[in-house]
């Protein structure tokens, strides 16, 4: 009972809004103090490991991908006419009637070509 009355005192004295009544100054400072270095640390690793790790990766990523197109641009496949492909019972409501908006003529081969 008497901390209850103890702590509406000091509540009542430092405003509706002092969230920091139980605290004591040395303690919130210390807390600032920790949460400072906190910011700080991560902003380090931030900074120094995921923003290289992310341009590294980059660089990998599409340096693969070129190369892929590379190889796909002087070999592309070739068309296998399986019974179960290519079966239009209409044409389709977008571009020539015979291409999805997916398709790819780099990767998707056509068995007019």
């Known amino acids: 009972m008497f901390r209850i009355s103890q702590l509406a005192r000091t509540t009542a004295s430092r405003g509706a809004r002092s969230y920091s009544g139980l605290f004591s100054n040395e303690a919130y400072e210390a807390s600032k103090e920790t949460a400072r270095t906190s910011v700080e640390t991560w902003r380090k690793i ?26 796909l641009e002087h070999d592309p496949p070739k068309f296998v006419a399986y019974p179960y492909l290519r079966i239009r019972r ?12 997916f398709s790819n003529p780099l990767v998707n081969p056509d068995p007019e070509e």
Do not use: Q
């Not at 990766?57 to 590379?70: C, M, Q, R």
């Not at 977008?94 to 291409?99: A, I, L, R, T, V």
């Open 46 to 71: 931030s900074l120094f490991v995921a923003v290289p790790s992310v341009v590294i990766f980059s660089y990998v990523a599409t340096k693969e991908e070129l190369d892929h197109i590379h190889h």
């Open 90 to 101: 209409r044409k389709l409501p977008y571009g020539d009637g015979d291409h999805t908006p």
